[in-house]
């Protein structure tokens, strides 16, 4: 397994991502490294129905798993372990570390390794072709007043309102922190996301890269 690759330097990950969607609210010949079929549509108002606000956290927002399961957050490795993965209780004695570097390291390292034995696939710093799925964005940052390291996710959905619609398509980043609701990063008037300056405005000013999440191959 390949070393997890942080990175602060948004603005250089901001442009990258510009090269390769360089518009996301755009017409319908626009082309896509991934089939558009994949990506999920955004349905807001489902993901706040009874319960399952209170049950979701971004994990189970990207890759668009509802768990009704309560007092239960899914986390990387879950899926592979049944909802028991061993190495979860590691992760969280490494954010515990006193030396930041070395906590977030060791942390960042058992969440990709529970992310990848889930079936998610890492695409690196730049989105690359998929023939299969749709992309997700993973970062740390600090969690808590003490701080300790954490993740989170976004995803690119399909916005329902506006697909198909007028010979248009609207791509947006969308997130879900711990039980809050859905919320959305919508695109300037030039078409870039704000993917990038969301994040860091919630503490999360490390970015790990995209992976494909693809149901055919998710241990479910």
Not at 13 to 33: G, W
Request: aromatic share 14%.
């Amino acid at each position: 397994m390949p070393a997890l690759n942080l990175t602060d330097d948004f603005t250089k990950a901001a442009r990258d991502l510009r090269e390769v969607l360089p518009v996301m609210d755009t017409r319908e010949e626009a082309v896509f490294p991934f089939d558009v079929k994949n990506i999920p549509f955004l349905k807001k108002q489902e993901w706040t129905k009874g319960d399952l606000c209170s049950l979701n956290n971004c994990y189970s927002f990207a890759l668009d798993l509802k768990n009704k399961i309560p007092d239960f957050f899914l986390q990387p490795g879950h899926l592979y372990f049944q909802k028991n993965y061993p190495y979860m209780q590691e992760a969280f004695k490494a954010r515990r570390i006193a030396t930041w570097n070395e906590g977030l390291g060791k942390f960042s390292s058992i969440i990709q390794k529970g992310v990848i034995l889930d079936g998610l696939m890492p695409l690196g710093h730049r989105l690359q072709v998929m023939d299969r799925g749709f992309p997700v964005a993973l970062f740390f940052g600090e969690w808590g007043s003490a701080p300790l390291p954490d993740y989170h996710w976004y995803a690119l959905r399909r916005d329902p309102a506006m697909f198909g619609t007028s010979g248009r398509k609207r791509l947006v980043w969308a997130d879900k922190m711990a039980s809050n609701p859905v919320s959305v990063c919508l695109p300037s008037c030039s078409g870039t996301t704000n993917i990038f300056d969301d994040a860091k405005s919630k503490g999360y000013d490390q970015f790990a890269g995209y992976f494909a999440v693809d149901k055919k191959t998710l241990q479910l």
